[in-house]
């Protein structure tokens, strides 16, 4: 089969949890004999002043095409981060040339819901990989401003109060008088309109798809609640490639040793397994964490 993934970055400049997964993925697909491509979005913010430049190269054994952009100078900003015609008219010029039996999209942010639409449009089948919430948040997260998690499905209204409480302009109202934040925002029944838009058109996007990919059982909760059918969605664990022969090189110890890597952010949740930590009445466990403490 030949296939094309599509992923908002891609190592070696980023090497996040979706960048990563999708490099594995398109390896491992490589090895079970299957010819793959990729496109990603090497830098969203210093490309031309409209369309997109590009560039191919190969990393570690995948081709991969690179498009920068400028969504700075994109004439409706908010619009192109989840429905970007420049990349949607990239896309169809290479999905023609590459002719892919399947499009596989990791995560959507970046590449926007316009890359599910195309593919559509050619008949190319297409798969999506879930790694976030970005279909059902601007922000990825689901997370408020206070740290609480939006209650689904989300609320158009609530996004637009979340988004300008963002700006120094609403952050300090809202953390000296909410009830009157409340109140102003309760009022303002059109600041939600082009959340609402957004939210409609990207599960029209994500509709389009014929599956949907998710890690875990709460990400897959979070689509249903939103209005995704259920029966679409394929639940499967991250994974990662490790050869067993690593399972007996460990040395003894008397000490549980838990790691953690990754982003180190409050929506990761590293603050939740210190707390753990600190109840128990053993301290026979060791937590080390490896991250970006910026």
Same mark, same amino acid.
């Given at each position: 089969?030949?296939?094309?993934?599509?992923v908002h970055?891609f190592?070696p400049?980023f090497?996040g949890?979706?960048e990563q997964?999708?490099?594995?993925t398109?390896?491992?697909l490589?090895?079970?004999?299957?010819?793959?491509?990729v496109?990603t979005v %090497?830098?969203?913010y210093s490309g031309?002043?409209?369309g997109?430049?590009? !560039?191919?190269?190969?990393?570690?054994g995948?081709q991969?095409r690179?498009?920068r952009?400028? /969504?700075?100078?994109?004439p409706?900003?908010?619009?192109?981060e989840?429905d970007?015609?420049w990349i949607?008219?990239h896309?169809r010029?290479?999905l023609?040339?590459v002719?892919?039996?399947?499009?596989?999209l990791?995560?959507?942010?970046?590449?926007s819901?316009?890359?599910l639409? +195309?593919?559509?449009? $050619?008949?190319?089948?297409?798969v999506?990989?879930v790694?976030?919430y970005?279909f059902?948040?601007?922000?990825?997260t689901? $997370?408020?401003n206070d740290?609480?998690i939006?209650?689904?499905p +989300?609320? =158009?209204?609530?996004?637009? #109060?979340?988004?300008?409480?963002?700006?120094?302009?609403?952050?300090?109202p809202?953390r000296?008088?909410?009830?009157?934040?409340?109140?102003?925002?309760?009022?303002?029944?059109?600041a939600? %309109?082009r959340?609402r838009?957004?939210?409609e058109?990207?599960?029209g996007? /994500?509709?389009l798809?014929?599956?949907?990919i998710? =890690?875990?059982?709460f +990400? #897959?909760d979070?689509?249903v609640?939103a209005? +995704? !059918?259920?029966?679409?969605i394929?639940?499967a664990?991250?994974g990662s490639?490790?050869?067993?022969?690593?399972?007996n090189?460990? !040395? =003894?110890?008397?000490?549980?040793?838990?790691?953690?890597?990754?982003?180190i952010a409050p929506h990761?949740?590293v603050h939740v397994?210190?707390?753990?930590l600190?109840?128990?009445p053993?301290?026979r466990?060791?937590?080390?964490v490896?991250?970006?403490? %910026?």
């Amino acid at each position: 089969m030949r296939i094309a993934i599509g992923v908002h970055h891609f190592p070696p400049r980023f090497r996040g949890g979706a960048e990563q997964r999708a490099l594995r993925t398109a390896q491992a697909l490589q090895r079970r004999g299957h010819s793959v491509r990729v496109i990603t979005v %090497d830098d969203p913010y210093s490309g031309p002043e409209s369309g997109v430049e590009w !560039e191919d190269d190969l990393h570690e054994g995948v081709q991969v095409r690179r498009l920068r952009l400028n /969504l700075n100078a994109a004439p409706d900003p908010f619009r192109f981060e989840y429905d970007n015609p420049w990349i949607g008219d990239h896309l169809r010029s290479w999905l023609q040339e590459v002719t892919p039996d399947l499009f596989h999209l990791f995560s959507g942010y970046i590449l926007s819901g316009r890359a599910l639409h +195309v593919a559509h449009e $050619l008949a190319i089948p297409s798969v999506v990989s879930v790694t976030d919430y970005w279909f059902l948040c601007r922000k990825l997260t689901l $997370l408020r401003n206070d740290g609480s998690i939006s209650e689904l499905p +989300v609320d =158009p209204q609530q996004c637009a #109060r979340c988004f300008a409480e963002e700006t120094r302009r609403y952050q300090w109202p809202a953390r000296i008088a909410p009830r009157v934040m409340d109140w102003y925002w309760s009022a303002r029944k059109g600041a939600g %309109d082009r959340f609402r838009a957004r939210n409609e058109f990207l599960l029209g996007a /994500l509709g389009l798809a014929d599956a949907i990919i998710s =890690p875990s059982h709460f +990400v #897959r909760d979070a689509l249903v609640q939103a209005g +995704v !059918e259920d029966a679409r969605i394929r639940f499967a664990r991250q994974g990662s490639e490790r050869p067993l022969s690593t399972a007996n090189d460990k !040395e =003894p110890s008397n000490e549980l040793r838990i790691t953690y890597m990754g982003q180190i952010a409050p929506h990761k949740g590293v603050h939740v397994a210190v707390q753990a930590l600190s109840l128990l009445p053993s301290r026979r466990i060791r937590l080390r964490v490896y991250g970006n403490a %910026d």
